[in-house]
């Protein structure tokens, strides 16, 4: 498979930059449920922190809103004839926050920094060695073909980083620079406040000329529904991104000087699900997985909790995608069924089980899971609802496998070898690693499958491979499917250029400015 790109930095600016002769100046004021654990992507999955990562790190490429690669700290880039090398080409005037140039040495070692301790274990797994003949040229060498490569080079999954400050020796996952960190993205850091707010200033020398275009971003932390609206409706707030709940949609859309959009995420491919632990005895057998599929009527969730703003999805992945298999079984409600599964399995008599879930989304997590206690209550399982105090609680309980059933929220991140093999991929059982395979889920088979389709350059082959794979997840259901959460952003009319690229704002937000004074 022969591709190749290269592309001056010139031409990229016109692609990514209509509004390049906007006034600079003001602040940006993003609202958010979520708190971050630290600000640094290359160790840690989630919008909490790829929102203020992805402004404060610089990545290899960036991409459009039509799934274009676009230059970034790579002013271009080529990938070899075999597939199995590409190299990255620096712009040569890039620096990190504290002056120090960024060079192809950084790249290298940020890259195997994140194969080694991000969750997502297949998106760098190829990745052999960096080769750094000069200053600016980075040579990424392959053990196999990876269709998903120049993906993960985005700035939410592969944030460049200091060596000079991460290759101290200490545990990069738990390095002090997380939650004040130097990179070379368009913002630096002025204060972290976990629960409370990040402010980032921006950065005077960013190596894109002429941006960015805001002088601040203040990200603020609100867990209460009402508050977060009120804010956005006194433009006390000017961007509310990742909701999802019904009620927070159409009220932001009855605000006349507010644009409501879905545009911006189709990047992510998030599902909302239910997860099972299988290595719990009351779920090891998939009869027990099954039997609850069929007590549970994503009819009535999508259009009754969720008021008809989100879609039914039926499997592992997200269905707007050509890699859906539309044929994966759907476990349409049939209390009878269930009921008989039960008995199969041993549970006639029934059983007790707890569900958690990601607190702040109400609509999306406890309501459905409020709701499974009702439901599963018709084919004798007690469900009793745990919940957490706050997102880290959530998190530490399943990435440790403390749980039984969970609520979740897993993006698709583009291409299934990056965000969808690490679910399921028994490689990827990680005790301590959230959005990794805390299911416990093993099966030889699906191991195959998916390690073949990471390397298959052929679309229909890859096609092919992953309607086996659903089929195989489909009846053993590690996971039960339930909606593609709707994720819509709310923003003031007077933004240009508001995120809209296929990873919204988990991109940088250099481009962002006033149209006119707020």
Do not use: C
Not at 478 to 497: E, F, K, M, V
């Amino acid at each position: 498979m022969k591709f190749a790109r290269i592309l001056g930095g010139v031409a990229a600016l016109a692609l990514l930059s209509p509004f390049a002769a906007a006034a600079d100046g003001g602040s940006l004021v993003i609202l958010s449920t979520q708190t971050p654990r630290h600000l640094n992507g290359a160790v840690q999955s989630g919008t909490a922190t790829a929102v203020p990562s992805t402004q404060l790190f610089a990545s290899p490429l960036r991409y459009d809103a039509e799934w274009n690669p676009q230059p970034y700290l790579a002013e271009s880039w080529e990938v070899s004839e075999d597939g199995l090398s590409v190299t990255l080409n620096l712009v040569k005037n890039a620096t990190f926050h504290d002056g120090k140039p960024v060079t192809s040495e950084d790249v290298a070692f940020s890259i195997m920094t994140t194969k080694e301790n991000h969750p997502f274990k297949s998106m760098f797994a190829p990745v052999e060695t960096i080769e750094t003949p000069d200053a600016h040229t980075a040579i990424i060498r392959l053990s196999k073909p990876h269709p998903a490569l120049l993906l993960a080079l985005s700035p939410a999954l592969a944030p460049v980083l200091p060596k000079h400050v991460y290759g101290d020796g200490q545990d990069p996952k738990s390095h002090p620079a997380n939650s004040a960190p130097i990179g070379s993205g368009p913002f630096m850091l002025e204060s972290f406040t976990p629960g409370e707010a990040t402010i980032l200033k921006k950065n005077p020398n960013f190596f894109r000329e002429g941006y960015p275009k805001l002088d601040e971003i203040i990200i603020r932390i609100v867990k209460d529904e009402n508050a977060l609206l009120i804010a956005m409706e006194n433009g006390e707030a000017d961007i509310f991104p990742f909701m999802t709940s019904s009620n927070s949609i159409k009220r932001m859309q009855g605000v006349e000087r507010l644009t409501v959009t879905d545009q911006g995420y189709a990047g992510i491919g998030p599902i909302n699900w239910l997860a099972f632990n299988t290595k719990s005895e009351k779920l090891s057998d998939k009869r027990v997985r099954q039997a609850i599929a069929y007590a549970i009527d994503r009819d009535f969730i999508t259009k009754a909790l969720m008021r008809g703003v989100a879609q039914q999805q039926r499997g592992p992945i997200i269905e707007s995608s050509p890699f859906f298999d539309a044929s994966i079984p759907a476990y349409d409600v049939d209390l009878d069924k269930a009921k008989a599964l039960m008995a199969e399995a041993g549970f006639a008599d029934g059983m007790e089980l707890s569900v958690d879930y990601i607190p702040g989304n109400d609509e999306q997590q406890k309501n459905v899971a409020e709701y499974l206690k009702s439901q599963l209550k018709k084919i004798g399982i007690e469900v009793s609802v745990r919940p957490s105090p706050d997102f880290p609680t959530w998190a530490g309980r399943v990435s440790s496998h403390d749980f039984e059933l969970t609520m979740d929220v897993v993006f698709n991140w583009g291409d299934p070898v990056i965000g969808v093999h690490r679910t399921y991929l028994s490689t990827n059982i990680v005790p301590g690693v959230i959005w990794s395979n805390t299911q416990s889920y093993a099966n030889a088979k699906v191991d195959e499958i998916l390690n073949a389709a990471a390397v298959e350059g052929d679309p229909e082959e890859r096609k092919a491979l992953y309607a086996e794979f659903q089929q195989i997840v489909g009846d053993e259901l590690p996971i039960y499917w339930l909606n593609a959460s709707p994720y819509h952003t709310a923003y003031d009319s007077r933004l240009g250029n508001p995120p809209m690229t296929i990873w919204g704002p988990m991109s940088p937000l250099d481009e962002v400015y006033w149209k006119e004074p707020k």
